[in-house]
């Protein structure tokens, strides 16, 4: 659909996403750079950020207006609440242009992608790599890369109807949270390894009281520092899954 010929593998599309409203409008998202680990940015390819297509994926174009230049957006969401509000996680650009602020954030778009405006969230975070919504209306975002700070990433929420954000899991490199759609209060987090805790303890952890506790549950799995993603089964309590770099899929079970 995209007219392009690239094969380089650093090149990575995330994120396709239809409009609920109408699904003639799809988005999805080219990173500047692979959050999971620290691959090299794909050569004579410049075009990231956002992709739009108005009529079902013949046309397409790259509405990025507002958002920042790096264009290292990592995930898109819509709103299960309010469909109008588009969400872009942008992430922190550690190997780029030194022109641009390496720095990401949080956007939204209130015009299905037309514009952006930024998101208020707390000073220091250095990047959003990931944005979840719950049941409830909480916002959940994961924060961080390999040589942020201690502070700059973990997970925050932001109670529905609110503004303030409040820090939940305190790991400086968070690639993605997974909520279970079945009680809003299990949350499963992937962590790879940050230097500001010397690369330790990354893996995946599980709360059941929404963040307040967290547990670490690598055991058995046999690459916990490069993971790429984690999913919640929905229908089944306690099995959760992980995909891991090079070491296979792996399923969790919760006794």
């Known amino acids: 659909l995209y007219p392009g010929n690239y094969t380089n593998p650093n090149i990575q599309q995330n994120s396709l996403t239809f409009d609920p409203d109408n699904s003639e409008q799809i988005f999805f998202c080219v990173p500047a750079l692979r959050i999971e680990y620290h691959s090299p940015q794909a050569a004579n390819f410049t075009d990231f950020g956002v992709y739009a297509s108005r009529d079902g994926g013949v046309n397409w174009e790259r509405p990025n207006t507002g958002l920042p230049a790096n264009l290292n957006v990592n995930r898109l969401l819509f709103n299960p609440h309010n469909s109008t509000e588009l969400y872009a996680a942008v992430a922190y650009l550690s190997m780029q ?21 930024k998101v208020p969230i707390p000073d220091g975070i250095s990047g959003v790599n990931d944005i979840k919504i719950d049941n409830d209306g909480n916002t959940y975002i994961s924060c961080g890369y390999g040589y942020s ?6 997970v925050w929420r932001r109670a529905a109807g ?10 400086p490199f968070v690639i993605d949270l997974e909520i279970a759609q079945y009680d809003v209060k299990t949350l499963l987090v992937a962590v790879n390894p940050a230097h500001a ?6 893996g995946v952890y599980v709360s059941h009281d929404q963040g307040q506790t967290w547990k670490k549950v690598n055991k058995f799995l046999w690459q916990p520092g490069n993971l790429r993603d984690c999913a919640i089964d929905q229908v089944k309590k306690g099995v959760y899954y992980c995909a891991t770099y ?7 079970l919760e006794h």
């Open 97 to 117: 242009n030194p022109a641009h602020d390496p720095a990401g954030g949080l956007y939204v778009s209130t015009n299905k992608a037309v514009s952006w405006r």
């Open 149 to 154: 700070d201690s502070l700059a990433g973990g």
């Open 162 to 171: 609110q503004q303030a954000w409040e820090k939940i899991f305190y790991m």
């Open 197 to 202: 805790v010397n690369f330790l303890n990354p």
């Open 246 to 252: 090079g070491s296979g899929w792996f399923r969790g």
